[in-house]
Structures are given as C-alpha cells and as structure tokens.
C-alpha cells in the first residue's frame, strides 16, 4: 500500500528565514534525541551539483531507534531492524528526503518533498502532482500554537508559540487566527509518501508512522519559532560551523552508548 498525505505548516517567518532556522532546530533537535539507546549519526553532510536535482546539501544519517519503535514490531524483528537510513537533498527552498529500513530494503519508504512558499496555506497544489496522486492526497492543516496536535509527552512550555513572545522580533505569542493576520508567512507544504509492504502489518504501521511524522512536525516546528532569538541573524557559515559541532557532540554521546551497551552484556 502507498499513503500520501500533505501537511500544510503556517509560520510567522519570511521564507528566506526558514532556510536558517530548520537547519539550525536540526542540529539542535539531533543532540536533544540522542539519549538512551536512541541517537542521530551524521555519516555525511556536504554540498552537491547535480544536473538533475542541482545545487545544495546532501545528508545521510543514521536514526537508531531503540525503544522508540512499536511494540508490535518489536515483537516480530530483531533489535538489529530499528534503524532507518535518511538521505536528504536540500535545494532550498525545495527539499527532499528519503528514509529506508536496510532489513525491509524495497518493502518499506518514506519520502518528504517539501516546499516552501510566502503564503498561508492555501496553494492547491504547490508539489504540481498529477490527477491520481491529488485524489489519493490528504490534506492537513497544522497549526503550530494548538497543543493538542501534539502528543502530551512532547509537551514543552518554553516550546509554545501560544505562550512565546520573540524579544528580538516582538513576533508570538500565536492566538486565535494568527494565521491570516501575520506578517511575515509563510507555508512549508510537506508531501508525505509512506510505502510498507509487511505482510498482516501494512495498515497498522503506515498509521503509525504518519502519526510519528505529523508529530515531529508539530514539534520540530514549534520549536523552532519559538528558537528564534538563538538563530535569527545568523548566516549559513555560522550554521555550518554549528553542524560541525553538533556532529562531534553527536559521534562522542553514540561511542558512550555503544560503550555503556556492551558493558551491559
């Protein structure tokens, strides 16, 4: 089966904003998930040009997910399976992203295409997708300042555009129909195609990772406007530099985990 779901995020920022504020909520994100037996390795992050996809930056990471997974698909893999690969081309303001499972190989996928527009949501068809794909389409809407898009674990007071106020930008907090008043705005339209192919498991686990995108969503975004005093005025050399840290912080914590893993045993 293959479900495709669209997410529109609305945000107080200018496009050009959001190029510095997603790459650095990343790297922040990246050490803030590294915990337990759970981590990011960053096993690639450079430029490319490439006659096709053009000019940006080529990711590849590993997730290590641990006990982060289902328990009903930890019942039938081994611990070795929980790892998804993401290759990522950023082409700013086009994006997209690939995650596989080296287990399940072509049975399991998940593509993001994102873009991004200086709107607030209301591009029909921002990805250009033929007739079949807009059919099969569902939409959502995501407004980052409604908690309840969230799941209550994830909950994070200082990440809470309801609440924040930008003391460089006066931008926040986000109430009532902030959407149609801001200024800027803009719209990340992130085109979701999830493929499992696990026999008795299709339904149940595509669910399940479109409720895990939807909320990384939420909460990736609600945490980077509410970040905006830390990246606003930043340049890209400045983001560069700070990936090159998170990396480093991120490789030493996973030899900690390995190390404290085989001590365990």
Not at 135 to 154: F, N, P, T
Request: proline share 4%.
């Amino acid at each position: 089966m293959v479900l495709t779901k669209e997410f529109r995020i609305v945000l107080p920022l200018a496009v050009q904003e959001y190029q510095v504020a997603q790459l650095f909520t990343v790297a922040e994100m990246s050490q803030q998930e590294t915990t337990g037996d759970s981590g990011v390795e960053i096993l690639i992050n450079e430029p490319y040009d490439d006659p096709k996809l053009g000019k940006g930056q080529y990711t590849h990471k590993i997730y290590h997910l641990g006990s982060r997974v289902p328990r009903f698909l930890a019942l039938i893999f081994p611990a070795s399976a929980f790892k998804l690969e993401e290759k990522a081309w950023n082409s700013f303001p086009y994006c997209k992203t690939v995650l596989t499972n080296p287990l399940l190989g072509e049975r399991f996928s998940v593509i993001i295409e994102s873009i991004h527009l200086p709107d607030n949501g209301t591009t029909e068809n921002a990805h250009n997708l033929e007739a079949d794909v807009l059919k099969a389409r569902e939409i959502v809407h995501v407004d980052i300042a409604d908690s309840a898009l969230l799941d209550a674990k994830d909950y994070v007071e200082a990440h809470d555009p309801s609440k924040f106020t930008s003391q460089k930008t006066s931008r926040g907090p986000l109430t009532g129909n902030w959407k149609d008043s801001a200024s800027p705005v803009m719209t990340c339209y992130k085109l979701v195609t999830i493929k499992v192919k696990i026999f008795g498991f299709e339904n149940k686990t595509e669910s399940h990772i479109a409720h895990a995108q939807q909320n990384l969503m939420v909460k990736f975004h609600r945490q980077l406007f509410c970040l905006i005093d830390k990246w606003i005025g930043l340049t890209m050399e400045d983001i560069r530099r700070l990936e090159d840290e998170a990396k480093h912080k991120l490789d030493k914590r996973l030899e900690e985990l390995n190390m404290e893993s085989r001590s365990d045993k």
